[in-house]
């Protein structure tokens, strides 16, 4: 993914209007004028939301006749989770790292008793 594309998505999903229009689109594709009744915001609102969705490649359109039809693209999705997946490493390390302080007494040693903490702060 480029880096383009990912800040695409990235914006596009910052939106909690947009990212409940993919939390509907990921149980069963939907036509346009169906999406907005199912949203408080009008039917052009929704128009402009579903254009956002379409750049970042998240929403792809079917024409069938008079209907336009939305489809879920997760792909995108998966490109974006991989690129933050490279940073739970760190994160899990600095939490191990806060745990184990945290648990310490003040001479450094781990209580024994306070068992396993893997998971503890997760």
Do not use: C
């Amino acid at each position: 993914m480029g880096e383009y594309q990912l800040d695409t998505v990235l914006s596009a999903v910052a939106d909690p209007t947009r990212r409940a229009i993919l939390d509907r689109l990921r149980v069963s594709d939907a036509r346009v004028t169906e999406l907005a009744r199912e949203f408080p915001i009008s039917l052009n609102s929704t128009s402009k939301h579903i254009k956002v969705l379409e750049r970042a490649r998240l929403v792809e359109r079917h024409v069938r006749g008079r209907d336009h039809v939305l489809s879920l693209r997760a792909e995108a999705l998966g490109e974006a989770v991989a690129w933050m997946t490279q940073y739970r490493e760190f994160w899990e390390q600095r939490l191990a790292a806060l745990e184990a302080f945290v648990l310490a007494d003040a001479d450094g040693d781990v209580d024994a008793d306070a068992g396993t903490t893997s998971g503890a702060l997760r």
